[in-house]
């Protein structure tokens, strides 16, 4: 299985380091209108690769998106999804577990949305809270009621970053595209969105004092995201760092991500069968008739 190239691949060898990884675009790159031209050139083909993608019936797309606050995960998948027949895609967003899912596996709440055949599934965060989230805050840990915490939880992540690439590598041999993508935001910029949050009436509702108390933990988010990239991008399940402080470059490299990798599948419509073709040619002379 042959990953989409991209500057922004997460190599497979584990050497991913977030301090090579960039947030801002290359210089010399697209300006905002060509990248507008850009991603509505994508969303255009997506609209019709979804259609083939239902028609043929052999493959289910799952994308799943991770990023620190306002780094723009909400923004890019209701772009890329624009126009889109709503009917071929379903997001799920995963915030704090609930008790019934507290009582299962790590892995269960996310099985439970996977998209079937012929549909796109976005994650709007993903199973990866587990190492993300949950490692910078391993108190979170008491409501799991494991059987057994190691003194050590390195070993713990571990182990966890085994189940996920197991269970991603499960969901491709059954015929899932599995593209994650991290939008990569800067400390800097990401204090600039916050600040227009709280200056603009119409985006207050989405700041809370929560997110300031989870940016004083940026190099421990840092940490995790460092450790769970390198330990789980394979050829089958690649992870992108995508470049998020431009919101525009970020939505352009991630729609033509998608694109690329849905045309890559060989995706047809279904010929049909010589009765179905009978059954046509019945129906036209029938519809003629009427005239």
Request: hydrophobic letters at 40%.
């Amino acid at each position: 299985m042959v990953p989409i190239e991209s500057p922004y691949l997460v190599p497979f060898d584990g050497s991913f380091r977030v301090a090579g990884a960039p947030t801002c675009p290359p210089d010399g790159g697209p300006d905002e209108d060509a990248l507008e031209d850009a991603l509505d050139a994508s969303v255009d083909r997506l609209r019709e690769l979804q259609r083939m993608l239902y028609a043929d019936d052999r493959f289910a797309v799952l994308l799943v998106f991770q990023a620190m606050d306002a780094g723009g995960k909400d923004g890019t998948i209701r772009h890329l999804t624009t126009g889109v027949n709503p009917a071929g895609f379903q997001v799920s967003s995963f915030k704090q577990p609930s008790a019934e899912e507290l009582e299962h596996d790590f892995l269960w709440r996310c099985t439970r949305r996977l998209p079937e055949r012929g549909r796109i599934g976005i994650f709007n965060r993903s199973h990866y809270e587990e190492v993300l989230v949950v490692r910078v805050h391993p108190e979170y840990l008491e409501s799991q009621d494991l059987p057994e915490l190691p003194d050590d939880l390195g070993l713990l992540w571990r182990d966890r970053y085994a189940s996920i690439a197991d269970w991603e590598g499960h969901l491709a041999r059954s015929g899932t595209i599995v593209l994650k993508f991290w939008l990569n935001v800067s400390r800097t910029e990401q204090r600039r969105r916050f600040l227009a949050r709280i200056e603009r009436p119409e985006k207050n509702w989405k700041f809370s004092l929560a997110d300031i108390e989870e940016r004083r933990l940026w190099d421990a988010y840092m940490d995790a995201y460092e450790e769970a990239l390198a330990a789980t991008s394979r050829p089958w399940a690649p992870w992108y760092a995508i470049p998020a402080d431009d919101k525009d470059f970020m939505r352009a490299t991630v729609a033509d991500i998608v694109v690329r990798r849905l045309e890559s599948l060989g995706l047809a419509y279904p010929e049909p069968s010589a009765r179905a073709l009978e059954e046509l040619e019945i129906g036209r002379r029938e519809l003629e008739a009427e005239g």
